[in-house]
């Protein structure tokens, strides 16, 4: 990774410990509310130790990749079904506009009465949450290239089929990760929350455990992993598309 990709990262880190030091420290917040900077290490370094931390970790992140990879499958497909026919368009356009404004808590009771408190319903939760989200992102990608060179369907009289397979696609695909990066966020916000209302293992579940217990420093060492995990799939995500779409 190069210098000047990391020290914007390094810059951040240093503000966001300094302002918790100040804050625990000089303004005195309580610990039951905001651990110090050294408990909470601490308290990282003593879960990292632990067979039950990296299976909580490992647990999460497969539901993550899991159910991501599925919406990827699906959402993509339908959005270039959408820019081959308006009427297909609409179809999957009504539906999307129906699911994102359902909250997705509601159909946690659903996803626990059908699949149990296992990996299937945290899957399907997180597919819920980010495949109504990924269509309109990936198709207003996909609009933007089509926009630009919308002159070579007549300038070359190719097919609809063949301007989109050869121009809307390829070009559209590094805007494609970049949306891609966003949405895997909101796979991690939607996996936690399934987690912690009904789990048996992973993050979400750790943090209510421990909730519990009032164990504060434990709470905010499971942020941290939650962040940094995000953080390492989002370089890995740019670095990719770096390697993938050297033109850019």
């Known amino acids: 990774m190069k210098l000047k990709s990391v020290s914007p990262l390094i810059i951040t880190a240093i503000i966001v410990l300094s302002l918790w030091v100040i804050a625990t420290e000089f303004i005195g917040i309580q610990k039951i509310f905001l651990p110090s900077v050294q ?8 879960l990292s130790q632990t067979t039950g931390f990296w299976l909580d970790v490992g647990y999460s992140f497969l539901r993550v990749l899991l159910g991501f990879l599925l919406s990827i499958t699906i959402s993509y497909p339908l959005m270039v079904l959408s820019l081959y026919n308006k009427r297909i368009k609409e179809v999957v356009f009504y539906m999307v506009e129906f699911f994102r404004y359902l909250p997705i808590p509601v159909f946690i009771p659903l996803t626990i009465l059908w699949f149990g408190v296992g990996d299937y319903g945290k899957i399907m939760i997180v597919f819920l949450g980010t495949f109504a989200q990924m269509i ?10 089509d926009s630009k060179f919308d002159a070579f369907t007549f300038g070359l009289k190719w097919s609809r089929f063949k301007y989109i397979t050869k121009i809307i696609i390829p070009g559209s695909l590094p805007n494609i990760i970049d949306d891609s990066r966003l949405c895997f966020g909101w796979a991690w916000t939607y ?3 399934a987690e ?18 009032l164990a504060s ?18 370089r890995l995500l740019v670095f990719i598309k770096n390697k993938t779409f050297k033109w850019l």
């Not at 789990?199 to 455990?209: D, T």
């Not at 420093?217 to 989002?234: K, L, P, R, W």
């Open 217 to 234: 420093d434990t709470i905010f060492a499971y942020i941290i992993v939650i962040g940094i995990i995000g953080v390492i799939t989002d």
């Open 191 to 193: 996996l936690i929350i």
């Open 196 to 213: 912690l209302l009904g789990a048996e293992n992973g993050i979400g579940y750790a943090i209510i455990r421990a909730q519990r217990y």
């Open 39 to 46: 408990d909470t290490f601490k308290k990282l370094t003593q």
């Open 136 to 145: 309109p992102m990936y198709y207003d990608s996909a609009i933007a290239m």
